[in-house]
């Protein structure tokens, strides 16, 4: 049977063999989505409340935010949950390389989303002195975004694993270590990159000129970033390499689905915590 006519003959949203029609994968999501609107509900609450009283000589949260650089990561979160829709899009279809390319951009983008979150901690704590215990608005702020970047760290890992897996090929007696190194040299090119990219925006905002940022974060950085050229190269000529047919086909859609709903969860959940806690204050 041809890939065309195998993919027509997969229904990739019913399943007959269960009561509902609904695949068991995708309805365990669902209810586990259910319950964590529930527990995302409960914190925007807690933080719209306190804002409507604020405390007498709080911290203002126009003076603290930047709307700026939240707006862009915004953005980035945005264009994840596009990527990740052309990532079940392709599986669907049986087009596995497709589907790996949009899971790795995705991945991408949820890390400079993670970036942008990490530095935007760092500059609220040390620059505008604003911590989980100094005042009602860090302790709401930081419990809230902080456990919505829990949530796309560990989508970001699920992304890695099903990236990884998308490798598995049929016969291959050391598949275990083989795909264990490459999770462990993925995320660690992910976690260098990283590094290496906050390296560079704290080089640049520190020094007085572009020259004298970029040569100073060199200096700084070179170890991290031979690491990470040398974990990319891994990526691209050695783990990628093709080593057979693999178990990764349209069979699998279900589960890259199932992934897609929580991504795009997490996307949605954002899209009202940057409504409530950053726009509002400027309303």
Same mark, same amino acid.
């Given at each position: 049977?041809? /890939? ?7 229904? @990739? @949203? ?11 994968k995708k309805l365990l999501m669902w209810t586990f989505l259910a319950s964590d609107c529930m527990f995302f509900g409960a914190l925007i609450s807690t933080h719209?409340?306190? +804002? ?11 003076? %603290?935010? *930047? ?10 979160? $945005?264009?994840? *949950? ?15 390389k497709s589907c790996r390319w949009s899971l790795l951009t995705t991945i991408f983008f949820g890390m400079i989303f993670l970036g942008c979150q990490v530095y ?14 100094? *005042? ?22 699920? #992304?890695? &694993?099903?990236?990884? +897996?998308?490798?598995? %090929? ?7 270590? @083989?795909?264990?190194? @490459? ?7 992910? &976690? ?5 990219? #906050?390296?560079? %925006? ?6 007085? /000129? ?24 891994? $990526?691209?000529?050695?783990?990628? +390499?093709? +080593? ?13 689905? /199932? ?25």
């Amino acid at each position: 049977m041809s /890939s065309h006519s195998a993919s027509a003959a997969i229904d @990739h @949203h019913h399943d007959p063999s269960t009561s509902t029609g609904i695949p068991n994968k995708k309805l365990l999501m669902w209810t586990f989505l259910a319950s964590d609107c529930m527990f995302f509900g409960a914190l925007i609450s807690t933080h719209l409340i306190y +804002r409507l009283h604020p405390p007498a000589g709080g911290l203002e949260p126009k003076i %603290v935010f *930047s709307p700026e650089l939240t707006s862009f990561s915004t953005f980035i979160l $945005l264009m994840s *949950s596009l990527m990740m829709a052309l990532a079940v899009t392709a599986i669907q279809k049986g087009n596995v390389k497709s589907c790996r390319w949009s899971l790795l951009t995705t991945i991408f983008f949820g890390m400079i989303f993670l970036g942008c979150q990490v530095y935007e901690f760092n500059h609220f704590v040390f620059e505008k002195k604003m911590t989980l215990s100094n *005042s009602i608005l860090g302790t709401t702020f930081y419990t809230l975004t902080g456990t919505h970047g829990c949530h796309v760290a560990i989508g970001v890992l699920w #992304l890695a &694993l099903m990236y990884v +897996r998308s490798f598995k %090929v049929s016969v291959e007696k050391s598949w275990f270590s @083989h795909q264990l190194l @490459h999770t462990v040299t993925l995320l660690g090119a992910l &976690l260098l990159s990283l590094k290496v990219t #906050l390296g560079l %925006v704290h080089a640049l905002q520190t020094e007085p /000129s572009i020259g004298a940022g970029f040569g100073h974060f060199f200096a700084a950085e070179f170890i991290f970033i031979a690491l990470a050229l040398v974990a990319y190269g891994l $990526l691209a000529f050695f783990f990628a +390499r093709p +080593r057979g047919p693999v178990q990764f086909t349209e069979v699998n859609a279900i589960d890259v689905e /199932s992934m897609g709903l929580y991504w795009h969860f997490v996307d949605i959940v954002w899209i009202v915590i940057f409504t409530a806690v950053y726009l509002l204050e400027y309303l």
